[in-house]
């Protein structure tokens, strides 16, 4: 294991806690919440709130849809070289009942998912600098 620090490969989008969170936002007026987070205005079409409390969110929810990702994505990404498929699932929030995307732990594949199956948000190196190793979250099944 390498003694470089681990650093988040996006500043302020996750907690780098043993079991992390994704940090968003809710709305003080109508309660919607937000991720990533939300600070100039309610997206909500009946509120017009722009007041907004930092938020940990749901580190756990059910599998709504996933799918595979065969190609390397777009910059600003760092994707590991040689680029390898990974999936993609979206996760219903526990507590928030919102939707999130994010890549599942490697090592899995499509075959390995099922809508409803249960998730949970762990944190996995994304890739090295010199400096520090960029980590950042991903889905993974709960265990049974």
Known sequence: MSAKPQVPAIEGWHTMDAKPHLLGTRCKSCGTYFFPKQHDFCKNPHCDSTDFDEVELSR?????????????????????????????????????????????????????????????????????????????WKWQPVAQ
């Open 60 to 136: 756990t929810g059910n599998v709504w849809s996933y799918t595979n990702a065969c190609y390397k994505p777009p910059e600003p990404f760092v994707a590991a070289e040689p680029f390898k498929p990974y999936c993609i699932a979206g996760v219903q929030l526990e507590k928030e009942q919102m939707v999130v995307l994010g890549q599942v732990v490697e090592g899995l594949n499509v075959d390995d998912l099922k809508v409803g199956m249960s998730m949970e948000l762990v944190l996995e190196p994304l890739h090295e600098t010199d400096e520090d190793i960029k980590v950042t």
